[in-house]
């Protein structure tokens, strides 16, 4: 079974940048698709983005414009990078993974990366 670790997170200014990475233990070119979601304090875990095999990329309406997910299977890994930082993007960060199209999340979620936007 592929485990995903979340890395990059930090504190960053308004405006700012960051890449957040995650790492699987194995090859993953045989999982269909891995996203990104985030969880802020009081509030429920929500989807950031996701990108299915090969390189497709998803992004719900209300992450559009700031967030970039892409995909390495060279590397196993799977990075978004998110520019112009608002602190409402302040949230744990994790990734998950979806082995089949229209399949489950796996139920089981990482420690995730904290991100911090603050001046």
């Known amino acids: 079974q592929v485990q995903l670790v979340e890395s990059g997170g930090g504190l960053v200014r308004p405006g700012g940048s960051l890449r957040l990475t995650c790492k699987a233990s194995g090859n993953i070119d045989s999982i269909w698709a891995i996203g990104w979601y985030r969880q802020a304090p009081g509030k429920q875990r929500e989807l950031v983005a996701s990108?299915?095999?090969?390189?497709?990329?998803y992004y719900p309406n209300a992450m559009k414009g700031r967030f970039t997910i892409a995909r390495d299977n060279s590397e196993n890994s799977v990075y978004l990078q998110m520019s112009r930082l608002r602190p409402e993007d302040t949230a744990v960060y994790y990734c998950?993974?979806?082995?089949?199209?229209?399949?489950?999340?796996?139920?089981?979620w990482g420690q995730g990366t904290q991100v911090t936007v603050s001046s």
């Open positions: 998950n993974k979806q082995n089949q199209p229209r399949g489950p999340w796996d139920a089981e």
């Open positions: 990108v299915a095999r090969p390189n497709n990329p």
